[in-house]
T-cell receptor
Framework: AQSVSQHNHHVILSEAASLELGCNYS??????LFWYVQYPGQHLQLLLK??????LVKGIKGFEAEFIKSKFSFNLRKPSVQWSDTAEYFC????????????FGKGTKLTVNP | GAVVSQHPSRVICKSGTSVKIECRSL??????MFWYRQFPKKSLMLMAT?????????EQGVEKDKFLINHASLTLSTLTVTSAHPEDSSFYIC?????????FGSGTRLTVV
């Protein structure tokens, strides 16, 4: 069965600091990978996704993620965070060509202090 | 872009009653929709996969008789929490898959008193 592991439960940064959130997955086949963000009181929004091709994926709001197949990882990065990036971030995986089930990690809460 | 509308956003019900939550894809057809439950400070747990015109597929540990799912059309799936109890209080989220990936509803906060 698929599983997704997000190692950081809560990350606290100051504005302008660089961000990297870890995500590792467990699945034997080819996968699609996603990062979602949930701002306080709002619904999930897609930040970026990887289906195939260039393993470095750029998303909205300056976020990017790199798929490293050998490490089963899809870490999220942003060079300089802003206070408005304070939110919960979820990594998710679905198998390609399968049942389309999307499995989420437990999420990482990011707090950016002004 | 693709939009999924979920209703109601918040509901309070008495223990023992049933509550229906609707999930609509507004500008696309969704043959498959998904229902999640989000616990405080925890991730989204997939409850079931809703398939248009056929029975839902439930994840292990999810009571199908308690969480009834109906996907009668390509744009509407409903989740009915039957004989709700306080432990069913949670945040329920639906999503639909499309070419761009997955679009999520805004969620329903269910409180059972």
């Amino acid at each position: 069965a698929q599983s997704v592991s997000q190692h950081n439960h809560h990350v606290i940064l100051s504005e302008a600091a660089s961000l990297e959130l870890g995500c590792n997955y467990s699945y034997g086949g080819t996968v699609n990978l996603f990062w979602y963000v949930q701002y306080p009181g709002q619904h999930l929004q897609l930040l970026l996704k990887y289906f195939s091709g260039d393993p470095l994926v750029k998303g909205i709001k300056g976020f990017e993620a790199e798929f490293i197949k050998s490490k089963f990882s899809f870490n999220l990065r942003k060079p300089s965070v802003q206070w408005s990036d304070t939110a919960e971030y979820f990594c998710a995986v679905s198998p390609q060509g399968g049942s389309e089930k999307l499995v989420f990690g437990k999420g990482t809460k990011l707090t950016v202090n002004p | 872009g693709a939009v999924v509308s979920q209703h109601p956003s918040r509901v309070i019900c008495k223990s023992g009653t049933s509550v229906k939550i609707e999930c609509r894809s507004l500008d696309f057809q969704a043959t498959t929709m998904f229902w999640y439950r989000q616990f405080p400070k925890k991730s989204l747990m997939l409850m079931a996969t809703s398939n248009e015109g056929s029975k839902a597929t439930y994840e292990q540990g999810v009571e199908k008789d308690k969480f009834l799912i109906n996907h009668a059309s390509l744009t509407l799936s409903t989740l009915t929490v039957t004989s709700a109890h306080p432990e069913d209080s949670s945040f329920y989220i639906c999503s639909a898959s499309n070419r761009q990936g997955y679009t999520f509803g805004s969620g329903t906060r269910l409180t059972v008193v």
